[in-house]
């Protein structure tokens, strides 16, 4: 059986003080869990540079018993291109997956640091978010052996 829509059926629906209401619930939610969102993004940033930096010192590890340690000052470039100071027969790379490896996670290049600090050979570090050595929290240095 069907029923006749009546002009009272058809008034239906959310009043301009309802919809209102609403919106500032969204936006007092949005206000409380978005900082503590943006804080868990530079957490994740980090460990996303710990877990590269430590591939990269894998990677070094492999170039060096192939290569021998690169000269200080050297980049880690090498993990990608032959230097021209190799021999093409000793260097069985590229020993990363991609170039864009050698970027750490705020778009800054990881350092090769012979000797290093950390290992007697050589450090891979991530100065952080600032890109410079120092800092606390997001700019807080990643230094892998």
Not at 25 to 42: D, E, F, M, Q
Not at 117 to 125: C, H, L, P
Request: glycine share 12%; aromatic share 6%; net charge neutral.
């Amino acid at each position: 059986m069907m029923r006749k829509r009546t002009r009272r059926d058809l008034g239906r629906g959310f009043t301009i003080i309802e919809v209102l209401v609403i919106i500032v619930i969204i936006g007092v939610i949005a206000a409380v869990v978005a900082p503590r969102l943006i804080g868990r993004i530079g957490q994740a940033k980090t460990a996303v540079a710990t877990n590269n930096a430590s591939a990269l010192a894998t990677a070094m590890k492999t170039y060096q018993i192939d290569c021998g340690l690169p000269e200080s000052g050297a980049s880690l470039t090498v993990l990608w291109e032959r230097p021209s100071n190799v021999a093409e027969g000793a260097w069985k790379g590229p020993y990363i997956d991609n170039a864009d490896m050698l970027k750490d996670p705020w778009g800054n290049p990881f350092i090769l640091v012979i000797p290093g600090v950390k290992n007697a050979d050589f450090d891979i570090v991530s100065y952080g978010a600032d890109g410079q050595p120092g800092g606390t929290g997001d700019n807080e240095d990643v230094r892998k052996p």
